[in-house]
């Protein structure tokens, strides 16, 4: 529970103070995805990073469980995993190694057996001794989710998951999280892919300017975003749309390159996961999706009525 947490930082070479939070109110609900959505530079990365406990608000109170996290943030670190958004490429170390000090870390014992079943499900298990930094760029990826997991903790965090990661990890991701909170953790992730908050989140925050505009349900969240476009860029062009997405059809439109879904959420037409599951089923392959909205502005103008 967040009450009048803000932030804001001495300005990069500059005289003045940068303000990247303004005044947040926010409860989390145990058990839930929570789904922080907004543009860069809206302060999703440092929202959270005070909710971990590694940026100390300028203002405001956190509690966990009626308890003030802000004064033993020692004791909260163990309950909380976070994934990172930067990579950090300098690890010398194998991947078992690093996972199993993770653990260690925060006083739990090296249990190989969990430790090999994360890794397995994070399809890590044949490179456990590998260095990270031999690794490719989702697999390091991989590496951090393990890490943020090795201590099983019961609120994890992740920044920015989908950033510059390729359709299938991203799915994988996705589905270990649904996984994750089947077992009760309690998810929090930043994103700004619509998408991404409209397939995984049970609650959606919207952010922008450092400012938490609105806190919904996903679906009512949805529905207030109106009409949008979703591209998706094929890998092998379509000789024409099969006659299976009959039930989208009147909403489709094929060039040879690119499938595009006209949604209108406010309507009662299928939502977008269901319209992708459906795709994946027949074996259409796409190499990335976009919303037309990518910019996020015309979302906020739905939104707020207002230009950010
Ligand atoms: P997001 O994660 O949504 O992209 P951030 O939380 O990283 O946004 O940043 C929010 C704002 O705060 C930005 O204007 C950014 O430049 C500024 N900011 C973030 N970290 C610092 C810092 N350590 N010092 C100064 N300004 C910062
Ligand atoms: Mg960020």
Known sequence: SLAGVAKTYAARGKQGEVTALQPVDLDIRRGEIFALLGPNGAGKTTL?????GIVTPSAGTI???GHDALADYKQARRRIGLVPQELSTDAFESVLATV????????????????????????????????IMELSGGMKRRVLIAKALAHEP????????????????????????????????TIILTT????????????????????????????????????????????????????????WKPTLEHDGHT????????????????FLRRVQELGIAFKDLETSKSSLEDIFVDLV???Q
Do not use: N
């Open 192 to 247: 700004h892919y619509i998408e991404e908050a409209e397939e995984m989140a049970d609650r959606v925050g919207v952010i922008a300017k450092g400012k938490l505009l609105l806190v919904d349900e996903k679906a009512a969240l949805m529905k207030k975003l109106g009409k949008r476009e979703l591209d998706l860029a094929l890998v092998e062009p379509l000789a024409a749309v099969p006659a299976e997405l009959a039930e």
């Open 63 to 65: 509690t966990v469980d």
């Open 48 to 52: 959270i990073s005070i909710i971990c």
């Open 259 to 274: 499938l595009r879904y006209v949604f209108d959420a406010t309507g009662e037409r299928t939502g977008i996961p269901s």
């Open 154 to 185: 019961e609120i994890l965090f992740l920044d920015e998951p989908s950033a510059g990661v390729d359709v299938a990890l991203r799915r994988d991701m996705w589905k270990l999280v649904l996984s994750l909170r089947e077992r009760g953790v």
């Open 305 to 307: 009525g207002e230009k």
């Open 100 to 131: 199993t000090f993770s653990r260690r870390l925060f006083g739990r014992s090296g249990h190989s057996a969990y430790i090999e079943q994360l890794l397995r499900d994070l399809a890590l298990w044949d490179k456990r001794h590998a260095r």
